[in-house]
């Protein structure tokens, strides 16, 4: 079994800044990536920025030049550092990793349980 933690979410006043912590653990072999996604209320869920091991990151446009994301591996952590909120950054945002687990025959993806994230003056 394998386990997303997330923390960080929150209320926020727009150009704030948030940054957002995902953990991973359990029976884990291997992870190729891990990202972060987000869903708006009456919207689909999209990617935000995301990270393979060794690798460089990947943006949404609309992210771009506001957010980071950033990994520790030897935590397996990542972190989505996000500057100059905006209102429409409101959503649930959601961990995801690409997890060799131990006992599996593959990599699939694992899922967190979500992190509220409001920016509202």
């Known amino acids: 079994q394998v386990q997303l933690v997330e923390s960080g979410g929150g209320l926020v006043q727009p150009g704030g800044t948030l940054r957002l912590s995902c953990a991973a653990s359990?029976?884990?072999?291997?992870?190729?990536?891990m990202g972060w996604y987000r869903q708006a209320p009456g919207k689909q869920r999209e990617l935000v920025a995301g990270?393979?091991?060794?690798?460089?990151?990947n943006y949404a446009n609309s992210v771009k030049g506001r957010f980071t994301v950033s990994e520790d591996n030897a935590k397996n952590t990542v972190y989505l550092q996000m500057n100059s909120l905006r209102p429409e950054d409101t959503a649930v945002y959601y961990c995801?990793?690409?997890?060799?687990?131990?006992?599996?025959?593959?990599?699939?993806?694992?899922w967190g349980q979500g992190t509220q994230v409001t920016v509202s003056s």
């Open positions: 995801n990793a690409d997890v060799f687990a131990y006992g599996s025959v593959g990599y699939r993806d694992y």
């Open positions: 359990g029976s884990i072999f291997s992870i190729h990536a």
């Open positions: 990270i393979r091991s060794g690798g460089s990151p």
